[in-house]
C-alpha cells in the first residue's frame, strides 16, 4: 500500500525554513517587510485583536458555568493522567515561558515611565503601570490558551479524533474538508504560529540570560555568546523532549514551579512588603474596576500608538503562542472535566501570574517613587528591558544571589518552552501523534534554534516580534471558529 505523503510536515518545514533563511540572507528586506506587516495589522485591525480576545474570556467563563461545564474531557470513567500539580506545572511552564522573567520587572517601569495619557514618574503612573500589567498577563491570555485547549482536549479525548488543532472543525466543514486541503492548511499555519511563537520567547530568553551573564560574571553581550546560550540550551530542552512527557517534559516542569515559587518567596522577604501588598491591592481592584474598558479600549481619532505597541502586540503574541500551548495543555489534560480544565488553565495560573507581577512589578517602582533609581536609570531599563531585572534586583539585599536564582530560573523556564513546542510541532507534523518520533523532536527542536539564531542576527528583538504578531493574525479566525465547533459538538451531548 502506498504511504500518504505528510504535506503538513514539509510545507511547514519549507515555510519556517524559507523564512529564517530569508532574515539571515536578506536582512533589509526582511527588516522593511516586517515593518510594513506590522504596521498594516497594527493600524487597521487593533479593533479586531481586542473583539476576539475579550471574546475568548466572556466564551470561557461562560462555559465553566454552563451546563456543559461537567463534561469530561475524555470517556466519562476516565482519570486524570498527571497530578493536579504536575498538570499546573506543565501547562504554566508552557504558557508563560520565560516573559514572567524578562517582564517581571522591566515592564511595570516601562509603563511607570511612559505611561498612556499621563505624565511619566508619577503616583498615577505607579497605579497604571500595575493595572497594564495585569491586564497583559491576566485572564486575557489564558483564556486565549483555553480556546484551543479546550476545544481539541474534547476531540482528541472524547470523540477519539487526531492531536491535530483541524479536528477541531470536523463538525463544521465535514470529515473530508478536515482530511483535505482546509485541514492541512490549519495545521500548517499552526506549525507556523507556533514556530514563530517560541522563537519569540527563546530570542527574548536568550538576550536576559546574556544580560544576566554579563551583569553577573562580566561576560559580554553580543551575538557570539548569545549563540553559544542558545546551543547549549538547545541540547537541554531537545533531550527533554525525546525522553517524553513523563521523564522529560515533567521533571524539568515541576523543578521550574518549585524555583519560580522559591523565587517569588525570596523577593517578597527581602522586598517593601507593605508596598507590595497595597501595590497589588490596588491593582486588583483597577485591573477588574476597568475590565471592560480596558479589554475594549482603543482611540477612535486620536493617538494608538500606546496601544499598538503593548496591547494589541501582547494579544497578537498570546494569539500566535495559542496554537502550541493549546495542543500542549489538550495533550496532558485527558479525564478532566470542562469546568476543573478551565479552573487549572484560565483562574489559577492567572492568579499565580498577578502575584508575580504585584511583587517583581513594585520592586522597581517603589524604587523610582522613593527615588533610589533616577528617572534617567529607569528610562535605560526601559529601552533595554532585558537589564531590568538585574539592575533592579542588585539594590535589594542579596541582590546577587537572587540574581543567580532568577538566572537559574529563567533557563528552566526557556526549556519547558521549547521542550513542550518541539513535542506539539512533533505531533502536528506526525498527523497528530500523541506520542510522536524522537527524529521529528530532534529536527523541530534544532529548526526553532536556528531560527532564533537567524531572527538574532537579523537585528535582534523587533524581527522576533513582528513574526509573531504576523503568524497570529489567522488565528484569530480558526479560534474564532473553534469556539463555535466545539459550542456545536457540545450541543449532541447527552446530559
Not at 463534561?71 to 497530578?83: H, M, R
Not at 551583569?215 to 553581550?221: E, S, V
Not at 533610589?372 to 534586583?393: C, D, H, N, Q, R
Request: include cysteine; aromatic fraction near 14%; charged fraction near 10%.
Amino acid at each position: 500500500m502506498k504511504k500518504e505523503k505528510n504535506y503538513v510536515f514539509i510545507i511547514s518545514l519549507i515555510l519556517t525554513g524559507g523564512i529564517a533563511l530569508w532574515a539571515v540572507a536578506l536582512n533589509d528586506s526582511f527588516t522593511k517587510a516586517s515593518d510594513a506587516v506590522y504596521a498594516f495589522l497594527t493600524q487597521n485591525f487593533g479593533w479586531l485583536y481586542l473583539i476576539a480576545m475579550f471574546f475568548f474570556v466572556i466564551f470561557v467563563i461562560a462555559m465553566a458555568f454552563s451546563k456543559y461545564g461537567k463534561v469530561k474531557l475524555g470517556a466519562d470513567d476516565s482519570k486524570p493522567e498527571y497530578s493536579t500539580v504536575s498538570w499546573f506545572a506543565m501547562l504554566f511552564g508552557a504558557g508563560m515561558g520565560v516573559g514572567l522573567v524578562f517582564w517581571g520587572i522591566s515592564e511595570p517601569i516601562s509603563h511607570y515611565i511612559n505611561p498612556m495619557g499621563m505624565e511619566g514618574g508619577t503616583e498615577a503612573a505607579a497605579d497604571f503601570a500595575m493595572r497594564s500589567s495585569f491586564m497583559h498577563w491576566g485572564i486575557h491570555p489564558w483564556a486565549n490558551y483555553a480556546i484551543i485547549g479546550l476545544a481539541l482536549a474534547y476531540f482528541q479525548f472524547r470523540k477519539n479524533k487526531p492531536g491535530l488543532v483541524s479536528s477541531i472543525f470536523e463538525p463544521l466543514i465535514g470529515e473530508k474538508r478536515v482530511q483535505g486541503f482546509w485541514g492541512k492548511l490549519i495545521d500548517v499555519l499552526a506549525v507556523f504560529a507556533t514556530v514563530a511563537g517560541v522563537t519569540t520567547s527563546l530570542g527574548l530568553g536568550v538576550l536576559q540570560i546574556n544580560s544576566g551573564l554579563n551583569y553577573l560574571f562580566g561576560i559580554p553581550t553580543n551575538l557570539v555568546i548569545q549563540i553559544i546560550i542558545i546551543v547549549v540550551i538547545s541540547i537541554i530542552y531537545i533531550w527533554s523532549a525525546v525522553a517524553g512527557i513523563e521523564k522529560g517534559i515533567k521533571l524539568v516542569s515541576d523543578a521550574n514551579l518549585y524555583i519560580a515559587l522559591a523565587l517569588m518567596i525570596l523577593v517578597f522577604l527581602v522586598g517593601p512588603k507593605i508596598e507590595i501588598f497595597n501595590s497589588f491591592t490596588n491593582g486588583l481592584g483597577e485591573y477588574l474596576g476597568n475590565f471592560i474598558p480596558d479589554s475594549l479600549g482603543i482611540n477612535s481619532y486620536g493617538d494608538n500608538s500606546w496601544i499598538e505597541g503593548w496591547r494589541v502586540f501582547y494579544w497578537a503574541w498570546w494569539i500566535a503562542w495559542a496554537p502550541f500551548v493549546g495542543v500542549f495543555i489538550a495533550r496532558i489534560s485527558k479525564g478532566r472535566t470542562i469546568r476543573e480544565f478551565i479552573a487549572g488553565v484560565v483562574v489559577a495560573p492567572s492568579l499565580g501570574s498577578l502575584v508575580w507581577f504585584g511583587i517583581f512589578g513594585t520592586l522597581g517602582i517603589n524604587l523610582g517613587e522613593k527615588g533610589i533609581l533616577s528617572l534617567e536609570t529607569l528610562k535605560e531599563v526601559a529601552a533595554v528591558p532585558e537589564t531590568g531585572l538585574f539592575v533592579v534586583m542588585r539594590e535589594y539585599p542579596f541582590g546577587t544571589i537572587l540574581s543567580v536564582i532568577a538566572m537559574v530560573l529563567l533557563c528552566t523556564f526557556f526549556i519547558t518552552s521549547a521542550n513542550s513546542g518541539t513535542f506539539v510541532l512533533s505531533m502536528l507534523s506526525s498527523k497528530g501523534d500523541l506520542n510522536p518520533p524522537n527524529s521529528k523532536k530532534v529536527l523541530w527542536g534544532i529548526v526553532q534554534s536556528v531560527m532564533a539564531i537567524g531572527l538574532l542576527i537579523a537585528g535582534g528583538l523587533k524581527p522576533l516580534q513582528i513574526i509573531s504578531i504576523a503568524a497570529a493574525f489567522p488565528f484569530i479566525f480558526i479560534m474564532l471558529f473553534a469556539s463555535a465547533s466545539l459550542l456545536k459538538a457540545l450541543k449532541q451531548e447527552k446530559l
